[in-house]
Structures are given as structure tokens and as C-alpha cells.
């Protein structure tokens, strides 16, 4: 006899991307990420929408999640978030529910009521099905914009914070991505043939260049458009780094271009370090709990990991038995939205 599969469809709705989780008996099936220019208005979740596999599109139980509320076309975060709600509620085919971390899922039309537990609420899902699987742990989820380290006590996500703002009080958010940040955020100077130089104030470059040239941005990772609005080659993020430090391209090789970038990836890394070192610092984190680590920048989070002196836990490794054997790494990237649909 025939049984009707249970079709969740995890969301994240993000203010640059809009990541997506097929999941089937518990199962996750396929995950895809798409870039949304959500900054220029909600029309924009139309055209990614339309772009989507049909299964995103096709009718299912939806479990949403959001950070897009901080984007800057909504009047504040409470606007953020209704709006973003009614599009799912107008959009999306099927039974929809907005997750408002500790407090559950809510319909579209009582999202507005509880905006401040809704607003980027999606670490929490994140943290709370790494609790489900193991009790004590410190996850380390690093995107291309942003770095949640959330300590999981007892099962259950244990953040000190709960908003954006919180968080970053708390060291539990950190403002830092491996796609999107524009490497003067790192640091003011860097070093250059045995100088230490200022940096340009200028966004030539962003942390994508430096990843890729040191061969460690993961394929795919990279949606948006570079800071030039010129491609993406060697030779050309090689032109970008190098306005960092007011040359060009051809004032350097490429041995002295991808050193900068390797120190540049090391800048961005000690603020990670700091943090991470505090939370674990914190009484209730057991000293053997295993630092659980995904997002685009997963590569990053494991060098942090073993800096630590920890093998690095992957959330890949942690639901292995719920994901299919190919396409991991969008499975890792697109972490809360996996999340969201597991636990829906």
C-alpha cells in the first residue's frame, strides 16, 4: 500500500541569499542556496523565488526562518519581519509556520506579535537540533556575512543574547563573513615588503578574494557580484587586493598577492578566536564539548577549531544519517534552513 511521504520545506530567508531545505520523512533530500538582492524591496524574493527547483515551489508544509528583516528597505525589524511573513503566507503553497526560536512555530498572521523572538531567529534552530543530538557543545556556524558561536548546554541552545544586538554584546555573534565583508573591517594596515602599511578606506575588496586566493572558498559560495563589478578570476581579485594597499596588480607576483591574502585570512580569524575562547571559558561548557562547526565558511570555522586544540565536529558528520551522501556542502551551508525543516 502506498503511504504519502511527509514533504517539509525548510526556509532561510536571508537579506542577501535564500537558502532552502527539502525534507521527506525526516530526511533531508536536497538544499539549495540562491542570492536575493532583498536590500531593493520584497520584489526580489519573487525572482529568486521563481528560480528555485519545483519542490521549493510545490506545495508542502513550510518552515520559515529569517535574518532578511535587517535589511535596510524595511522600516525596522518588526517591519521586517510581518512583511517578510505575508510573503510567505502569500507565496509559499501549502501550510506555512515561522519559527520563533524557544517559542515555537507561529502562524504568518501572529508573526507580527512576536517579531523580537522571530527576527534572525536562525541560529537558534541551528543551536537547538545540534542539542538534539548532542548535549553539550559550542556550534560555530560561519556564513558568508556573519559568525554565530552558540553554546548548547544540556541540550538546548545556551546564548547569552537573543537579538542581533545582544549578541554582539555577548560575543555571540560576530560581524564577519568569508563572502560579503569588506577586508578593511580585519584590520587598518598590513604588511608589505617589509613594511607595515595603511590600508586604502575603500571597499575594493572583499573577503571573498582573500579566500579564493588562497584556494579555500568553496566552489559556488560566492552569489553576489565583486566589489568592482568585474569578474572573478585570479588576475582580477589579484587588481582588487592590491588597490587595498594602493598598488596594482603588476607591482606584485602572485606568490606576494596570495601572502597578503593569507595574512588577511589570519586578521579575520583572531576576533573568531577571542570569542570562541570566551564562551568556552564559560563554567557550564564542559571542557570536552565538541565545537560543531558549518556555513560557507566551515573551512574557517575547522582552522579556529584546531587552533583551539579540537577536532572539529561537522554538522554533516553530526545528522549523517539524515542527509543524502552528495551535496553536503550545501547541506553545511545551508544550515538553518536544514535545521528549521528537521525540526519542523
Known sequence: MNRTKSRIVGWDLGGVHVK??????????EAVQAACPLW???PALDKTFSELPDWARGEADHAVTMTGELTDCFADRADGVRKLSDWAAATLTGRVRIYAGSAGFVSP???GDISDRI????????AALVGRCRPDALLIDIGSTTADLIPIVGGNPAATG???????????LVYTGVVRTPILAFATHAPWRGRRT??????????ADIHRLTGDLPDGADQQHSADLKGKSLAETETRLARMVGRDRGEGSAQEWRALAAWFAEAQLRPLHDAALVLLSRPDVPPDAPLVVCGAGRFLAERLARRLGREPLPLTDLIAERIP???REWVSTCGPAVAVGLIA
Do not use: C, Q
Open 162 to 172: 537573543y537579538s542581533d544586538a545582544e549578541r554582539l554584546e555577548a560575543g555571540e
Open 40 to 42: 531593493r524591496g520584497v
Open 119 to 126: 527576527a534572525s531567529a536562525n541560529w537558534h534552530a541551528t
Open 325 to 327: 551522501p552528495s551535496g
Open 109 to 111: 498572521a501572529n508573526a
Open 20 to 29: 532552502a531545505a527539502l525534507v521527506e520523512d525526516g530526511r533531508v533530500i
Open 198 to 207: 595603511a590600508l586604502m578606506a575603500e571597499t575594493f575588496a572583499t573577503a
